[in-house]
T-cell receptor
Framework: SQELEQSPQSLIVQEGKNLTINCTSS?????LYWYKQKYGEGLIFLMM?????EEKSHEKITAKLDEKKQQSSLHITASQPSHAGIYLC?????????FGAGTRLTVKP | DAGVIQSPRHEVTEMGQEVTLRCKPI?????LFWYRQTMMRGLELLIY????????DSGMPEDRFSAKMPNASFSTLKIQPSEPRDSAVYFC??????????FGPGTRLTVL
């Protein structure tokens, strides 16, 4: 089955700093989803990437899928306390969706 | 639409008791997924349904776990008998085709 590895596992940044989270797949990605989760809450959809080289942005968050479609990165510009939470990447397999272990982001004011 | 609805939001039970978690997917979605989230193992896919039919239940940990989807608007995940190691947050999600997958708020289960 497809495995997703996220790095780093946790990240602490000062407010205003930029940061990048990576998601690497053991197989070709046919659909890569980024979600954000706050503690004790459900997952909130951020972006979906399907094409190699595709890049999408939402507010200060940008996600890219590399040309070979085996790695995605999530970049946050000028981080804010509201960006804190757990970021998970999910990959579509035959018909299901499986997730990486998540990256816990803390933003210090 | 109210989104994916799960109930109860919190459940505390004693070891050996039966636990039933409920999910109402978004109307029109034909795929439904049950996940379990723990600190140790992250978000794990337990089982998913396509058009009410179970497609892959390889993630179901043991025979104590069972899931049903009697119709397009309702699914249950049952644990019988429950054990302390079943304590986790259980999420239900739904989607249609290759579109975005919407998650419910989760049920936090504590087995004492």
């Amino acid at each position: 089955s497809q495995e997703l590895e996220q790095s780093p596992q946790s990240l602490i940044v000062q407010e205003g700093k930029n940061l990048t989270i990576n998601c690497t797949s053991s197989k070709t990605l046919y659909g890569l989803y980024w979600y954000k989760q706050k503690y004790g809450e459900g997952l909130i959809f951020l972006m979906m990437l399907q094409k190699g080289g595709e890049e999408k942005s939402h507010e200060k968050i940008t996600a890219k899928l590399d040309e070979k479609k085996q790695q995605s990165s999530l970049h946050i510009t000028a981080s804010q306390p509201s960006h804190a939470g757990i970021y998970l990447c999910g990959a579509v397999g035959d018909n299901d969706m499986r997730f990486g272990a998540g990256t816990r982001l803390t933003v210090k004011p | 639409d109210a989104g994916v609805i799960q109930s109860p939001r919190h459940e505390v039970t004693e070891m050996g008791q039966e636990v039933t978690l409920r999910c109402k997917p978004i109307s029109g979605h034909n795929s439904l997924f049950w996940y379990r989230q723990t600190m140790m193992r992250g978000l794990e896919l337990l089982i998913y349904f396509n058009n009410n039919v179970p497609i892959d239940d390889s993630g179901m940990p043991e025979d104590r776990f069972s899931a049903k989807m009697p119709n397009a608007s309702f699914s249950t995940l049952k644990i019988q008998p429950s054990e302390p190691r079943d304590s986790a947050v259980y999420f239900c999600a739904s989607r249609t085709g290759g579109a975005e997958q919407f998650f419910g708020p989760g049920t936090r289960l504590t087995v004492l």
